[in-house]
């Protein structure tokens, strides 16, 4: 069964603060998300990458970034959180090879606040 | 006008009814669909494909229209443990990074 784990459930942070969500993979999947999740909203696509050291914009990169060294771990950064990125974040893998019709499997979630 | 458009509910129903949700997409070169199920404060984790001919799992049963550009998720004999968010997904354009998520339906099932 394909994990996707998540290293924070709950995270209230400040304003201003630099924030890091992690998020690790255990099927050697080619591709990670980041996703925010907000009432009416629905999932949006922060981020996505398809291999170690590649990265895309989403549909809402704007105040975040992403790191991925390894393949397994997936971060996202708020390099200066504000209280509109208080959120539902989801991270999310999948295999590239079947990448029309694979889910994607996703992790937890962490609920971060910004005060 | 949004890429994926399912009516938010909520749907409160009683045990043993059969509901029906549906899901509408812009796009007409949409690939594939997907029904997920989230329940509250959990992660999104799928229910089903949804295939051209029409799929069956169990209880549950999802159909897509094309020409209509709609897909569909029918529940019979709700159980309790129903109760969840139904989240549509359709794949826009094929790869992997152009899942569209419907903000999901809301089911409650009452006993």
Redesign the interface.
């Known amino acids: 069964d394909v994990k996707v784990t998540q290293s924070s459930r709950y995270l209230v942070k400040r304003t201003g603060e630099k924030v890091f969500l992690e998020c690790v993979q255990d099927m050697d999947h080619e591709n990670m998300f980041w996703y925010r999740q907000d009432p009416g909203l629905g999932l949006r696509l922060i981020y996505f990458s398809y291999d170690v050291k590649m990265k895309e914009k989403g549909d809402i990169p704007e105040g975040y970034s992403v790191s991925r060294e390894k393949k397994e771990r997936f971060s996202l950064i708020l390099e200066s959180a504000s209280t509109n990125q208080t959120s539902m974040y989801l991270c999310a893998s999948s295999s590239p090879s079947e990448a029309s019709n694979q889910p994607q499997h996703f992790g937890d979630g962490t609920r971060l606040s910004i005060l | 006008r949004k890429e994926?458009e399912q009516d938010?509910g909520p749907f409160n129903v009683p045990e043993g009814a059969t509901v029906a949700f549906n899901c509408t997409y812009s796009n007409s070169a949409s690939?594939?669909f997907?029904w997920?199920r989230q329940d509250c404060?959990?992660?999104?984790?799928?229910l089903m494909?949804v295939y051209s001919s029409g799929n069956e799992d169990g209880r549950f049963t999802a159909q897509l229209n094309r020409a209509s550009q709609y897909i569909s998720l029918l529940i019979r004999d709700s159980k309790l443990s129903d109760s969840a968010t139904y989240?549509c997904?359709v794949?826009i354009r094929?790869?992997?990074?152009n899942?569209f998520?419907?903000?999901?339906t809301r089911l409650t099932v009452i006993p």
Do not use: D
């Not at chain 2, 094929?94 to 990074?97: E, K, T």
């Open positions: 994926v938010p690939q594939s997907f997920y404060r959990k992660e999104p984790k799928l494909s989240l997904v794949n094929g790869g992997a990074n899942l998520f419907g903000t999901g």
